[in-house]
Every structure is written in C-alpha cells, then in structure tokens.
C-alpha cells in the first residue's frame, strides 16, 4: 500500500546555555516572531516558510552540542523508515511513535507523523 511524506521541518537544537540566544538570532534573521510551544518550554516555532517547510527551535540536554537536524513527517512511519533503510539510512533510536535515524555520512533525522496537516496534504510524496 502506497505511503506519503515529506521533508516538512527543520530543528535547531540547542543546549540550555545556548538555547535563548540562538532561537532569538534565528528569529532576526528570517524576520519570524518566536511563537513559544504552550505545552512543552523545550520547543518553539518560527513558523511556516516556503511550501509549508517549518523552522523549530529545541531546547536539548545539557552537554549537547548544537546541530541541525530535519523531520521526514509521513502518514505510514514504518513503511517511511523501511524506504529510507532501503536508500542506505539506518535507525539510531526508537522515540516511541517516531524514529530517530542516521543517513548514509551520519547525519541525523528522525521520521515522525503527521506534523503540520494542511501543509503535509498539499506538498507530500506518494511513494509506491
């Protein structure tokens, strides 16, 4: 059965030392007000760029380096990372209900569900 996804986001994630700083920084740069997760104080949107691509900012652990990493969002999540095995990516961490993975030169992504609705119908790939 045919399954879709999309590159749909794009994390900054960075330790709590560097966290106020670099989200504010990123919030000038593109010209998108920060918009604080209500729920959960580790994350924050900068909102909705291009074809529905999203900017996040996450707050991680202490000791952690900052990095970038993408969410693949997908409407099947194990046929999803069963395709990107079959390209040369590997899994590193079962998040429960997403996985994080490496590709091929090690760079992380995770592959999650269905993140931002409209925007996941208009733009997502149908794989076979």
Known sequence: ????????????????????????????????????????????????????????VQRTGAGTLPRWHVDIETDDVPAEVARLEALGARRFADMGGFWQMKDPSGLVFCVVGVQTGEEFERYATTWP
């Open 1 to 56: 059965m045919p399954h879709r996804s999309r590159l749909a986001v794009l994390l900054i994630d960075l330790p709590p030392e560097l966290h106020d700083g670099g989200r504010d920084f990123w919030s000038a740069a593109t010209g998108h007000p920060v918009e604080p997760d209500p729920i959960d104080g580790h994350w924050s949107s900068l909102g909705s760029f291009a074809d529905g691509f999203h900017l996040e």
